[in-house]
Structures are given as C-alpha cells and as structure tokens.
C-alpha cells in the first residue's frame, strides 16, 4: 500500500494595513534607514492597529481567505493548530478563537510556542494526524502581532518585527508530494538570549515590571545572530543530505525572515543561489511565526507541483529546524 502524506492545498496570508516604515522608526528612536536595510534588510513592517485586535485577528482573516480559495467548508476541519507566541491572552488558545470566529464548529484546536520555528513545529505535528488516518483536513496557522510586545524605545529590537501570518489546509495524499521529512530542535539554554522578562508565572505583572519594561521581548541580538547563522545553516543542510538531495534538486529555500545576512549565509551553506531563495523581508520584517506562511502566500503563483521546497527557521527557546517538502499543486 502507497504511504499517505500530509500535503499543503491552499495558503493564504493576512497582513494589516499600516506600514510602519524605516522613515517613521527615525522618528521614534536614534536609527536611520541606511542602518536598517544594511545590517537587516527590512524596509517596512505592518503594524495590527485597532483596540481589541489580537493574533485571532490575523489568524481569522488567513483561514477565512484559505477556506474560501480552497472552497472548504468550514465544518470539515478536523484540527487547527496555531504557532504563535502572541496568543490574544495566555488563555484561552489562540487557535479557539480562530475557530470559532471561521466557524470551525467541528474542529479541536490548540497553539503551539515555538516562536520563530512555531510553524515548522505546527507542520510536523498537523502532518501526523493526517499521515495516520485520524483526520481529514487539518489548518496549520502561522501568525504573531510582535508589536504587541515590542518596545518601541528599542532600537535594536524595533526595527526588526511585524505583525503578520498565514494559514495552510493540509489533506492527505498517496502521490509523491507533501510533507517529506521533518528535523527539529530546542535548547532551553537559550532562553535568556531572547525572552520576554514579566508576565508569566515566574514573574507575573506588577506595577515594577511594567515600570522596568518587562513586558517586552528582550533580545541579545549579536548572540542570537551567531547561534542562528550556524544552526539554521547546519540543519537546512543536513536535512538535504539525509534525503540525498544536491543544490540542483532544490526549487525553493523558505527561511524564516529575521535578518538578510541570516538567509545568505543560509543559502551558500547550501549551495543555492538567490534565484532560489524566498525573501519579503524587505516588506514585513520579522513576524515571527508568520514568515514562512508568508513567504509561501507571497510566491504561490511561482510554485509547481513536485517542486522540492526546504522550509528553514530558528529563533527563540532557542527552537530550530528544518522540513523537506514536495509542493503539491501547479499555479490556479
Ligand atoms: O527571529 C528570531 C531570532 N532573531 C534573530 O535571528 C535576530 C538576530 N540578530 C540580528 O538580526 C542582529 O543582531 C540585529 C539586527 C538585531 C542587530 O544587528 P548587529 O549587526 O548584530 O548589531 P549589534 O547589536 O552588534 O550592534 C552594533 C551597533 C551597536 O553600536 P556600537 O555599540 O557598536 O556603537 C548598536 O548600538 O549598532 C548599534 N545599533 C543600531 N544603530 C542604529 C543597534 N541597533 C541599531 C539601530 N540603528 N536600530
């Protein structure tokens, strides 16, 4: 009997309208636009704006577009999983009031903390349920509202995110495409190199944590940028070797978009040139689990069935890791 693989049908992305760009950071902290695009590569970023809008808002109107351009009925999904780590509120999850918001009423849903890699992790573990038999139709969303958590007094780490995401629909298949392999780490060590310092259980909100601005993710970016540039390479080549795949075998990198000096040192660890090489950064900055939902949304109409994609991303906890996927669809 033909294996059965979880297979991506249908991406959609969702970004706000506000842009946030370099001109107006300069505005809000002692940074100028040459800085940005030379050691990031972002010139702009979206920003969620509106009382009471959190991730679900992102989330929401990703799955609404994704189940309409994929014409599902929203009472055929089975499970939503949503990487996130700006959930709404710590809970209920996320992914709940996604799917009560699309009409889900049938589906089970649950977020994953994975940060940058969240939606690496939200792919693998959705692609089990599918490969299994247990379920059907399966909506993978990557998304995070970083503004929500940004301290926009610091101009190292202000610069880089935004708010954003995207949702896939995963279905199972017995043809040669689909989710192929899946490698993936964490090393809890990292924690203190990118954290948010308040507003969890170890330390939950007080009037001195909001005076010390702890409710912002803090980041040591010199150090994350190291443990990045080496592990997002290492396990993006070592995920071609195990499935003996050469540089010419590669149609697509999708790196996570954290900074542009990461996705290049990336792709010539694996040989590929930037013709290959999936990049928005410029427009969205980093949005944490969103980027690679992004990405894919973003380059949809280039991509062709059995196209060999690796999807790469690292980030905080540290996580990071890799997937190897055949694309399942030709351009609608
Ligand atoms: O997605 C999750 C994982 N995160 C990442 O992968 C991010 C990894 N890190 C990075 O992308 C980079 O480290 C940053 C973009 C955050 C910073 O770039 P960098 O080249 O590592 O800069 P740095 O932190 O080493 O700082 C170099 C200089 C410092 O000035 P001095 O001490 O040399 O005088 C900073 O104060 O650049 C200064 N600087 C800035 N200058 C203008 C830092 N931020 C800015 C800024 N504008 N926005």
Redesign the pocket.
């Known amino acids: 009997m033909k294996k059965t693989r979880a297979v991506i049908t249908g991406v959609q992305g969702w970004v706000p309208d506000y842009i946030l760009t370099n001109r107006e950071?300069e505005t809000m902290?002692?940074?100028?636009d040459e800085?940005?695009v030379t050691?990031?590569g972002i010139k702009e970023r979206r920003i969620l704006k509106g009382e009471d809008k959190g991730t679900s808002v992102i989330g929401i109107n990703a799955v609404k577009g994704l189940l309409k351009k994929t014409n599902t009925n929203p009472e055929d999904i089975d499970l939503i999983i949503c990487a996130t780590v700006t959930p709404d509120m710590p809970f209920p999850a996320t992914a709940n009031i996604i799917a009560d918001g699309v009409g889900a009423i049938n589906s089970y849903s649950f977020d994953i903390s994975a940060?940058?890699s969240g939606f690496l992790y939200a792919l693998t573990i959705g692609s089990q349920f599918i490969e299994t038999g247990m379920h059907k139709k399966v909506i993978i969303i990557g998304a995070d509202k970083m503004s929500s958590i940004i301290d926009y007094q610091d101009?190292?780490?202000?610069?880089?995110f935004g708010d954003g995401g995207g949702a896939v629909l995963l279905e199972p298949t017995t043809e040669d495409v689909g989710v192929m392999d899946s490698l993936l780490h964490s090393d809890g060590s990292g924690a203190p190199y990118?954290h948010m310092k308040a507003g969890g259980s170890r330390k939950p909100a007080t009037m001195e944590t909001i005076a010390a601005r702890e409710h912002y993710a803090f980041?040591e970016?010199?150090s994350?940028?190291k443990f990045?540039v080496t592990n997002m390479a290492e396990v993006s080549a070592e995920i071609m070797e195990r499935n003996n795949l050469t540089a010419e075998d590669i149609s697509w990198l999708v790196p996570?978009q954290?900074?542009k000096?990461?996705i290049d040192a990336t792709a010539n660890r694996m040989g590929i040139g930037p013709d290959k090489v999936m990049l928005n950064i410029e427009k969205y900055g980093?949005t944490?689990a969103g980027t690679l939902p992004l990405c894919l949304w973003d380059y949809e109409s280039r991509l062709k069935k059995g196209d060999n994609i690796i999807l790469a991303a690292?980030?905080?906890g540290f996580t990071w890791g890799s997937i190897y996927l055949k694309w399942g669809y030709d351009p609608k």
């Open positions: 950071l902290v002692d940074t100028n800085w940005i050691r990031t940060a940058c101009r190292a780490t202000c610069i880089i990118l980041q970016g010199a994350v940028f990045a996570h954290a900074n000096r990461i980093n944490t690292f980030g905080g």
